[in-house]
């Protein structure tokens, strides 16, 4: 679940407005966007994996809205780790271009 959007971090670029396809966060004008309906978060971490900021964080162990009391201290050494562990980190080069399954397809025909 959704948890914290660190203020600090944000630049309201509103990327995981559009990411989220569960509408959990409000837009607010100049400002970072909020976590609305928490409630509805399913824990996809599609907005976590987009932040380009590494300024949100999401629980696969939270529940609730009691999950939303935690502080963006709290959690900051955590931030962006999901979306390293997928090889999402900055700086990172794409190894699609290496990828050779496309050889299983001509082997098959």
Known sequence: ???????????????????????????????????????????CFMCEVYCPEDALYVSPEAEGAASGERDAKDVRQWMGGYREALGWRRGATSAAGADMSHLLLKLAH
């Open 1 to 43: 679940m959704i948890e914290v959007i660190d203020a600090e971090r944000c630049t309201a670029c509103n990327i995981c407005v559009s990411a989220c396809p569960t509408n959990v966060f409000e837009l607010v004008a100049g400002a970072p966007p909020v976590i609305a309906r928490q409630a509805d978060c399913q824990t």
